[in-house]
T-cell receptor, first 110, second 118 residues
Framework: GNSVTQMEGPVTLSEEAFLTINCTYTATGYPSLFWYVQYPGEGLQLLLKATKADDKGSNKGFEATYRKETTSFHLEKGSVQVSDSAVYFCALSPDYKLTFGKGTLLTVNP | NAGVTQTPKFQVLKTGQSMTLQCAQDMNHNSMYWYRQDPGMGLRLIYYSASEGTTDKGEVPNGYNVSRLNKREFSLRLESAAPSQTSVYFC?????????????????FGPGTRLTVL
């Protein structure tokens, strides 16, 4: 079956620090890979996605590269801001349905 | 263009009561979904509707029923609420057309309904 494993949090960083949140997956076929972000009290928003191997998704300074050989889709940002504090979910979708990781809480302190 | 809307935002029920969570989307999407979010569990799919007139069970369907009323609306019903159904419920939609690895597999989420069952 399909599954997503992402690093457990919480992750606490100082402003302008480098961020990596690890995500690995198990899937049949060729799924799309996603990072969703959930700000406090809100629903999930798509942060970025990649649809095939070696694709890089990017948005708002965040990046992730679809690595088929390591079945990974790690999220990175070079310099985090307080406003990036949120829960980040890695997910995959081989068809209609999304399979999510458990989420990683990121707190960025000024 | 409101995207995906959900009502109510908050609800408190007693064990055994019933209620219906409403969801509507204005993006003309074919597929709609209901998820529940519990601490440390991520989001788990309850039911989904790949197209108008069809519904299918997801990972955790027990205790729930759904109705795809039309292309815009997809409701989730709890017939006899239990404390284990205390959760945050999210509705989502996508325009999935059967082609994996395309833009159509992105899901768009509503703001959620926070349900407490006492």
């Amino acid at each position: 079956g399909n599954s997503v494993t992402q690093m457990e949090g919480p992750v606490t960083l100082s402003e302008e620090a480098f961020l990596t949140i690890n995500c690995t997956y198990t899937a049949t076929g060729y799924p799309s890979l996603f990072w969703y972000v959930q700000y406090p009290g809100e629903g999930l928003q798509l942060l970025l996605k990649a649809t095939k191997a070696d694709d890089k998704g990017s948005n708002k300074g965040f990046e992730a590269t679809y690595r088929k050989e390591t079945t990974s889709f790690h999220l990175e940002k070079g310099s985090v801001q307080v406003s990036d504090s949120a829960v980040y979910f890695c997910a995959l979708s081989p068809d209609y349905k999304l399979t999510f990781g458990k989420g990683t809480l990121l707190t960025v302190n000024p | 263009n409101a995207g995906v809307t959900q009502t109510p935002k908050f609800q408190v029920l007693k064990t055994g009561q019933s209620m219906t969570l409403q969801c509507a989307q204005d993006m003309n999407h074919n597929s709609m979904y209901w998820y529940r979010q519990d601490p440390g569990m991520g989001l788990r799919l309850i039911y989904y509707s790949a197209s108008e007139g069809t519904t299918d069970k997801g990972e955790v369907p027990n205790g729930y029923n759904v109705s795809r009323l039309n292309k815009r609306e997809f409701s989730l019903r709890l017939e006899s609420a239990a404390p284990s159904q205390t959760s945050v419920y999210f509705c989502a939609s996508s325009d999935y057309t059967g082609l994996a690895g395309t833009e159509t597999d992105t899901q768009y989420f509503g703001p959620g309904t926070r349900l407490t069952v006492l």
